[in-house]
């Protein structure tokens, strides 16, 4: 990727009536290669606008280069960041374009705006494609015992009793990587949201809380419930995310709760994945409402400094088009549904992509709780690790949680705490 020269945000057309826009992306493998298929693609249809793309860091150190480069005026013409509540920090009424009401949006679907809107207004336009957080599983293994997905938690239970008894891990736990010990607890939001409808709006405000919450408490009852059980592969306190997903490719363990993120990297070593590995979303309580939590795409924001306002909204307009989802089918395997109205998956994605649009095309889908509440505690990983590993009881580990993220939201200023 080129590193942002001088002809950035600030800069004059050309003498050839060229304009230059400044690019900012993470540097994570997939975004460098989408925002590449999506700048090459752009600057093919569209000659005078040139595209220069610089990487920052991912995590906390580049959350912070973003908040610094929007605070003094210095950001790139135009930026990759997250969607949903970590948006809230970056001040976008302050910092960035609104384009709420313009052409920009025409694509994007309806029910991804709210994760890129702050205070009534739209920031931005969606990057990659959305993914599931959910369990991961592995369709062969169902095929060979004759099981069917689940759609409540009793016969989830059912099924891993079954593949225990034919001697395969029902349900691979990887708490080496601590990250993945969260995915029973966040995934399973779409059925919080489906008993509590408000509950992200009154957990923001400090009326609800998880231990006094029965559909928030489960995930974490779940959890404790995998390890009781003895569902969980040996080891599972010194596994890692790699070998969780190889033993699911492979076939000794049958369920992974996990992201579908972490199925196309896998497609140059283990190509089976693609079609071995499926997706849904965590079982509730009533086969009838069964659906999935989705984690939204990043956005793609403007910055106000930019003098090039004109050329930014063309490329925005582009990359929330049908077009650019082509593009970038080209160079990356998308592990979900696009967000863009007309954006279609290829014949050849990955099965847990082809899951996750059904989700979608049913409207049985709910966006992960960081998406639609600023209230995260940073000890979640830790919790569930022990709530997981049978060493807290899951009622309080939800109570710790709920600490937690008090310390969290206190910090943001949040009215109510």
């Known amino acids: 990727m080129a590193a942002l020269s ?11 009536g060229t304009v230059t826009l400044a690019f900012l992306v993470d540097n994570s493998q997939a975004t460098v290669d989408t925002a590449k298929a999506l700048t090459d693609a752009f600057m093919r249809s569209n000659p005078t606008i040139k595209i220069e793309t610089e990487t920052r860091p991912g995590g906390s150190e580049g959350d912070n ?15 990759w960041y997250n969607s949903g509540s970590l948006l809230q920090a970056l ?18 679907q309806e029910d991804f705006l709210p994760v890129v809107t702050q205070a009534g207004k739209v920031y931005g336009v969606p990057g990659g494609t959305a993914m599931g957080g959910g369990i991961l599983y592995n369709r ?15 016969e989830f239970t059912a099924n891993n009793d079954k593949i225990k008894a034919a001697g395969i891990t029902p349900v691979i736990t990887t708490f080496k990587d601590t990250w993945t010990s969260q995915l029973l607890v966040l995934g399973d939001y779409y059925n ?23 559909s928030a408490r489960a995930g974490f009852e779940h959890l404790a419930e995998v390890h009781a059980k003895g569902y969980a592969n040996e080891g599972f ?10 033993m699911l490719v492979e076939g000794k363990g049958a369920h992974y709760p996990m992201l579908s993120a972490q199925l196309p990297p896998l497609m140059a070593t283990m190509p089976q994945a693609g079609t071995d590995v499926g997706f849904f979303g965590v079982p509730g309580t009533d086969a009838a409402t069964h659906g999935a939590t989705i984690w939204e795409p990043a ?40 967000r863009v109205e007309g954006a279609e998956l290829p014949d050849d994605a990955i099965q847990v992509a082809k899951d996750l649009q059904t989700y979608i095309d049913k409207g049985a889908t709910a966006p992960a709780l960081e998406f639609v509440s600023p209230v995260k505690g940073p000890s979640l990983e830790q919790i569930t690790v022990a709530v997981g590993s049978g060493l807290t009881p899951p009622a309080e580990g939800a109570a710790q949680y709920d600490d937690d993220v008090e310390k969290q939201a206190k910090q943001l200023g949040l009215a109510g705490w």
Request: aromatic share 8%; with cysteine.
């Open 6 to 16: 001088s002809c950035g945000s600030g800069s004059e057309p050309a003498a050839d």
């Open 65 to 79: 280069i973003v908040k610094t480069r929007l605070s003094t005026g210095d950001m790139s013409d135009v930026f």
């Open 91 to 108: 001040n976008p009424a302050q910092t960035m374009v609104d384009l709420t009401g313009d052409p920009v949006l025409r694509n994007v």
């Open 140 to 154: 062969k293994v169902y095929e060979r015992l004759g099981l069917r997905v689940p759609t409540t938690w009793a």
């Open 192 to 214: 919080v949201q489906a008993a509590v409808a408000n509950f992200a709006q009154d957990y923001t405000a400090n009326k609800v809380k998880f231990a006094a919450t029965p």
């Open 237 to 246: 306190g010194s596994a890692t995310a790699d070998q969780g997903m190889k």
């Open 299 to 338: 956005g793609i924001y403007i910055a106000r400094t930019s003098e090039h306002l004109d050329a930014a909204k063309k490329f925005l307009a582009f990359v929330a088009s049908p077009a650019a989802a082509d593009a970038v089918n080209k160079a990356v395997q998308p592990a979900g549904p696009y």
